[in-house]
């Protein structure tokens, strides 16, 4: 089954905050945690549902006119690799082309910093269609080596 696609919405950091705590390998820092907390209700913010219950989200941060990031997801560990980030960020991108928004980033963990985990994210989003653009080691810090990586919609 195919799951149900509800957004954009706001106000969804309780349910979001919830799913990020169930995934401590990428989550595991409670000072961003908190702040996500604070973000995420004031961001456009996708659900994916299946029979009613939420699986996974995507929250959707607008830079500039022509260009947005993909500010966090994720999705319930039980249920990953079954398509809820696919679908989350078709229809994330279907939205954003709507607005005119032509090119899309995200941040992650960059391979610099060996993680199995974040592996798995990138594989996600280079199937997702994103290339990586630039490490920067300034975003976060040292140890957390940012990747960029954008997509042209
Ligand atoms: C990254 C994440 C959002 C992906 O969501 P998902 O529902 O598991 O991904 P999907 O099932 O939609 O995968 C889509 C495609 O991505 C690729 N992919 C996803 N997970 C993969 C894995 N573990 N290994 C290899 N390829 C993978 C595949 O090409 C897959 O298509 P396929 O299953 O038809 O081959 C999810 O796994 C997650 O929540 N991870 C932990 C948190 C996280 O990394 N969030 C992003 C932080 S920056």
């Not at 702040?35 to 549902?49: G, K, S, V």
């Not at 500010?71 to 005119?100: I, Q, S």
């Not at 610099?112 to 630039?134: H, K, N, Q, V, W």
Request: net charge negative.
């Amino acid at each position: 089954m195919s799951p149900v696609i509800d957004g954009p919405l706001a106000g969804q950091s309780s349910v979001c905050i919830s799913i990020l705590r169930l995934l401590p390998e990428w989550f595991g820092i409670e000072a961003a945690i908190l702040n996500y907390e604070r973000e995420i209700d004031h961001l456009p913010t996708f659900l994916a549902r299946l029979d009613g219950q939420v699986f996974g989200f995507l929250s959707l941060k607008q830079h500039f006119p022509a260009s947005a990031e993909i500010y966090v997801m994720g999705v319930r560990p039980e249920a990953h690799r079954r398509g809820f980030g696919r679908a989350l960020v078709t229809a994330t991108e279907a939205h954003a082309r709507g607005l005119g928004i032509e090119y899309m980033q995200v941040k992650t963990l960059a391979p610099s910093c060996p993680d199995d985990g974040y592996i798995r994210t990138r594989t996600f989003y280079e199937a997702m269609g994103f290339r990586p653009l630039e490490e920067f080691k300034q975003i976060w810090d040292e140890n957390n080596p940012c990747l960029i990586l954008v997509k042209r919609l």
